[in-house]
């Protein structure tokens, strides 16, 4: 079968970074591609390359066996290429309509609402996402919904060959078992579907064909059916790299140290009502729920971002609410929110920089440059952060290498309460390992943590108790050894049960 796509030779270079070395690649229409690879494999900038994102120093791009070149994404979407980025391009101040209205071939730049426009800007919303009301601004949704409204705005652009960068990364599993549907939908109608992923789930659901990339090089390209998944994550990261993960021991102290009392918040949207737990020191509570029932809003407020309108959250019997002018509750809280670039890093700062902004009131007036950068050094080295340039911009990282930057600076800290929201979104499989085992040998020291999560089988797995939250409240929480994924479905449902 020849190939829809032939990518031959392809270079890029980052400075001293190679991202990719003498990569050739063919895809090829109705079928999936996985493009696998750890962070910082280079399998994003190759994708982006394909898209005219960037121009690469060396090699060429066919289609349909004609040389082409690209100066812009434009150029690519004028023969049919797509792309859904990790980080989205969705204005938040509009709604989702105004979204995809602007989005559309040829948009005006004063968008007429006639019927027929708008059905053709909602027809792939409503069928990817049937339950998103087009009216509601953008800023409202949570990511899980933000990302669906992603790929319908390319899907509108009925592109020929389609890029999906860690799509399924912030999806719940209904969510996810709809986007596998479609995406097999979209190769049986002849379209090409690149999905990068370091997802195996992925894999089995839908790839027709894999490779595999390691430090720039494609170093494995088989088909996907009958490769299991050590077989697969090894290709990805070494032979023997992976190892097991122990879920932690259940702590012996119940005294609490995180107490939440009755906490309600609400921000535009975001609302949590009345919700009530406690920790000990060193246990680990997963918060389960589909996007957009409450998890950032109970997040933010844990980590004090947002006002509370009632109740209060204790640490260590010190209320957060009103804690003393000089922070000393908050430094002994850790957050790692859902989008680090939006929330918890300055992208235009370089790395050391970032990951000072902590701990910058306890710096020395004149600080030591050298011992700053060996302390950002020694942290980039531990949490695998890709490239390992203390002056590299944040900008520059991509998705997962971000989350491991930030979570290298909140857990850097020694935290007493660790509020993880999502900690390996974006992240392969060795570099979720990492974080796990941070988190875990954290929670051994005594910190306790809260885990919100869409990863139902990671929690069922290593949280000592699981908490699920359906618009904005606690529907249930049951203990670990009592968890089962029904019953757990039903309350992501919203059919509450009696705590346990």
Known sequence: MSALVTLSAIRKQFGSVIANDDVSLEIHAGEVLALLGENGAGKSTLMKILYGFYRPDAGTIAIDGSPVTFHSPRDAMRIGIGMVFQRFSLVPALTVLENLLAALPDAPWFQFRSSARVAAATR????????????????????????????????????????LDEPTSVLTPSETDRLYGFIRTLASEGKAVVLITHKLADVAACADRIAVMRSGKVVDRAAARGRSPQALAEAMVGSGSVGSLEPPRLPESTLPVLQVCALSAHVES?????????????????????????????????AGLIPISSGDILVSGISIASRRSDGSVARDVAYIPERPIDNAVVASLDLSTNLLLRGARDLPFFPRHGEIERQALKLIASYDVRPPRPTAVASALSGGNLQKLVIARELSRNPRVVIACYPTMGLDVLAAHSVYRELFRHAAEGACVVWISEELDDLMSYAHRIAVIYDGEIAGIVRHEQADRLVLGEWMAGHTAEAA
């Open 270 to 302: 975001r609302t949590i009502k009345n919700v009530s737990f406690e920790l000990a020191a060193g246990e680990i509570l997963g918060i389960a729920g589909v996007s957009g029932n409450g998890q950032f809003a109970l997040a933010e407020a844990l």
């Open 124 to 163: 792939w919303l409503k069928r990817l996402a049937p339950d998103i009301d087009p009216r509601r601004p953008v800023r409202t949704l949570g990511i899980g919904e933000r990302q669906l409204v992603e790929l319908a705005k390319v899907l509108n652009l009925d592109a020929r060959i389609v890029v």
